[in-house]
C-alpha cells in the first residue's frame, strides 16, 4: 500500500498549478483502492488527482477533480531539455493533446532512427569505394522514449471522470454530450498503434483485398468479408417518406441543438450507417425531433414497423455505438412503407427519423470482421505484398475466372399473342 509521498514520486506528472512548480498523481478507481489516504481527510477516488506545490515556503497539497476546471499544465521533458506544455484547465483536451503529442512522438523517433541507419550505410559504402568521408554524428529525437509514459494513468483517470458524467443522472446534456464526444475520440485514438504510413498500408491492401473478393470471391487473396457496394438509386422514395411526415410543432432547444454539434468523428457516423444502408451517409434523409415530434411520426407510422429489420438493423448499429462511445445509449425502431426503410430514434439529447431507400437496406454482414475490424503490426504488408496483390487485381480485371457468358447481349424472348 503506496503512502501519498510514495505515489508522488511513482506516478507523479511533472506540472505547474497557477505558475508554481508541482506534481499531479491521476487516481483510478484501482488505485485510490491501494492508495495509503490516511493524510487525506475528504479521501481520494477514482476519476481524482491528487495535486503538490510548492509555493516558495512549503509544500501544499489537495485533491482535484478530473472534471473540473484548474490551472494546472504539464511539463513533458524534451532531450534537449526544454519542456513540452500541454494546458490543462480541461483535462479532457489535455488527454486528446498528450496522445497525440506522444504519437508524433513515436514517428519522430522512428524516422530519425532511419535517418540514422541511412546515414551510417551511405558512410560505410563511401569507406568500401575509398571516398573521402566524415562519420556521421548520431541524431537524437525530440523525447526520450519513455517520456510520455507517465500519462498513461492521465487517460484512465479522465476517462473515468467522464463516465461517471454519463452515470449521473443530474448532470445537464451538455456535460453528457462531452463525456460522448471525448470517449469517442479517445476511442478512435487509441483504436490501434500503428503509425500513420503503416496504417496507410493496412488500408491499401484492405482495399484491394475487397477488389480482389468482387472479382473472384474464391481467390485466396479475397477479403474474407466485404462491404457492399454503394447505392445508386435516386432515393425518391426515402426523399418522399420524409416530406410526408408531419411538421414538429416545438423542435428542439438551442441546449439539444449545441449538444448535437458536438458530433463524434464523422468516420464513425460512417459506420454506424454502413451496418444498415447503402444509401451514402451524407445522402441519408435526416431530422431531429422534440419527443412531441418523436410522439406524432411514431403513431403515424406504428403499424409499419419492420421487426425483421430491426432485429437485423439494430444489434449491428449497437454493436458500432458500444464500440466506439463507452456509455453512450439509445433505443429505436426500423419501420417499412412505400419503397422506404425509417429509422426512428432517440437517445438522452433529442430524437431523431432516418429514412432512405429499402433497395438499399444491408443483408447479410459480419460487423466485426468489416466495420469493427482493427488493426495490428501483423496486418502491416510488406511494399512487396502490395504490389503483389496490385498485380493480381490487374490480372482478374482480365480473367476472373468465371464462366464465359457468350449470349450475354441476347435480347429477351416475348411471349407469343395469339391472333385469331
Known sequence: MPTINEAFKTHGIRAEFEGMPAMVVPVTTEF?????????????????????????????????????????????????????????????????????????AEENALAVTKANDKAQADYAEARERGDAAV?????????????????????????????????????????????????????????????????????????????????????????????????????????????????????????????????????????LFSVATTTP??????????????KTIAQEIAKYENKEASDAILPRMAAVTTDAMEGYKWQGKVYSKDGADVLLMRDEYAAFVYAWDSESRVGEIDVTATVLAGMSQDDVPSDEDLEALKATLADLRHDNGAEVNFDWDDEPEEDEVFEA
Open 281 to 294: 451517409v451524407m445522402q441519408i434523409e435526416k431530422r431531429a425531433l422534440s419527443h412531441t415530434g418523436f
Open 32 to 104: 485510490a483502492q491501494d492508495l495509503d489516504q490516511g493524510k487525506i481527510k475528504q479521501g481520494v477516488a477514482g476519476g481524482q488527482m491528487l495535486l503538490s506545490w510548492n509555493d516558495g515556503e512549503k509544500r501544499n497539497g489537495k485533491v482535484i477533480n478530473a472534471d473540473a476546471r484548474t490551472d494546472v499544465t504539464f511539463l513533458v521533458k524534451r532531450n534537449d531539455g526544454s519542456d513540452y506544455r500541454i494546458g490543462a484547465m480541461n483535462m479532457t483536451d489535455a488527454v486528446l493533446t498528450a496522445l497525440r503529442a506522444k504519437k508524433s
Open 135 to 271: 562519420e556521421p554524428v548520431e541524431q537524437e529525437p525530440e523525447f526520450a522514449a519513455d517520456a510520455f509514459d507517465k500519462l498513461t494513468g492521465l487517460v484512465g483517470c479522465v476517462k473515468e471522470a467522464q463516465l461517471a458524467i454519463k452515470a449521473d443522472e443530474f448532470a445537464g446534456i451538455a456535460a453528457k454530450a462531452g463525456a460522448d464526444s471525448f470517449t469517442a475520440k479517445l476511442r478512435e485514438m487509441t483504436r490501434d498503434d500503428l503509425s500513420v504510413a503503416d496504417k496507410a498500408k493496412v488500408q491499401e491492401a484492405r482495399q484491394l483485398k475487397a477488389e480482389i473478393a468482387m472479382l473472384n470471391p474464391e481467390h485466396h487473396d479475397a477479403a474474407a468479408a466485404v462491404m457492399p457496394s454503394a447505392y445508386e438509386g435516386d432515393r425518391e422514395a426515402a426523399e418522399e417518406m420524409m416530406a410526408s411526415f408531419p411538421h414538429d410543432p416545438e423542435g428542439i432547444s438551442a441546449a439539444q441543438q449545441s449538444a448535437m454539434s458536438r458530433n463524434p468523428d464523422f468516420n464513425m457516423v460512417t459506420r
